[in-house]
């Protein structure tokens, strides 16, 4: 029986995958989940992405002149009461003295009022624009958590693929171990072979199978996890088809160049010029408030009996307020220095991002470029152990490998193939980590 090789057994492999992947499509219905419907199904989804909307969106609807204080308030009030008195009054005419019980009276006031501010130290031009900054900010905020979701949603993947992907070697491996145990069965046969070398053979095969359970349920798990970032239902089946392909080109002076446009650190700065317009509005508190008001009053004034029957006034009136604060005991003054102190505490806080970031930065590029070389020896070690496993089952076939041979190429295949994945995996997740910081990540 002429020797394959571990490609043969590769393909064969395979084939047994796509009918097993068939058999289970079929049987549990499986739902195939591609890189962008989990992304664009986070994004949809998230709570957190959620509150980071509705933030913002309560920031466009206070990004509004009148929250500011710049439009005019016009009130409207009235009041209408009636009564019973008892009156007494004398005159030095005793002919007009008047005593009477229960006497009606009706008190009527209605009126219209509108007032608007003339100055107040541009207090309501600095709100403006800290509302405006909100908003801004706001915007930055949901920005960072959009591109948050989309690393940690595409990482998670990712995972699931290399977990799959361990799967595979191991499949490869068993594949070897029943081609090793069919090898000394036949030998066996021909009296060239002992049950010591089988039993063993067997156990190599049984702890591989193991492993394939084992790795099964890790795989089970992650994709557990992917589905929670998804918000997808724990128990759905999944099918999921794609490999790792790393992008090779990120270098550092584009990272560095995009570390700028990172929306936590322009929420940052957003978080800087808010505080300074804090300051100028806590600065105004000490300036005059000067407002403009006019409006139309009216009031009627009925009695059954007394010195007056009827008494009513009407008419519009217009005036100018001041208001000057002298003294309030310093508190206006100990609020700017309080804003002041802030606004320096907020400069702190995005210098101290700024350095956070550009570590972040320097460490995982320096992890991407290392990785991205150990992965061109690692593919020509893996390689290598491929042709050498071949080469050992061949000898094996004829006699000239021992078992322990076999095992220990088996073995550095195996190793190897672990490596090149958790590589492989590694320079993606360096990579993802690259662009999020540069805010670049995208489908």
Known sequence: MPFRGVGNFISMKKLVTVIFLSIAIAGFSQQKLSLTDAVNTALKNSYDIQLAKNALEVSNIN??????????????????????????????????????????????????????????????????????????????????????????????YYDVVRQQTYLKTIFQSIDVSKKRLDILQVRKDVGLSNNADIFQAQLDLNALIQSQQSQELIIDQAKTDLLNLVFMKADTKILITDTIIVDKTVNMDSVRNHLSKNPVLAAADKQIKINELIEKETAALRYPTVRASTGYNFTSSKSAAGFSLLNQSYGPFIGVNMSVPIYNGNISKRQQQVAAINTRNATIVRDNLVLDYETDMVRTYQSYSSTLAQLQTEFKNYTLSTQLLDLILQKFQLGQATIIDVKQAQQSFENEGYRLVNLNYAAKVAEIELKRLGSQLGL
């Open 63 to 156: 990004n509004y002149i009148g929250i500011a204080g710049g439009l005019p308030i016009v009130s409207a009030t009235g009041s209408d009461n009636e009564q019973v008195t008892s009156i007494n009054q004398k005159f030095a005419d005793a002919t007009r003295d008047t005593k009477r019980d229960n006497v009606g009276s009706n008190n009527l006031a209605v009126g219209v009022t509108g007032s608007i501010l003339l100055y107040n130290g541009l207090r309501v031009t600095a709100t403006k624009k800290r509302l405006e900054e909100l908003q801004s900010q706001n915007q930055q905020l949901l920005n960072a958590q959009v591109q948050n979701t989309i690393a940690a949603v595409m990482t998670k």
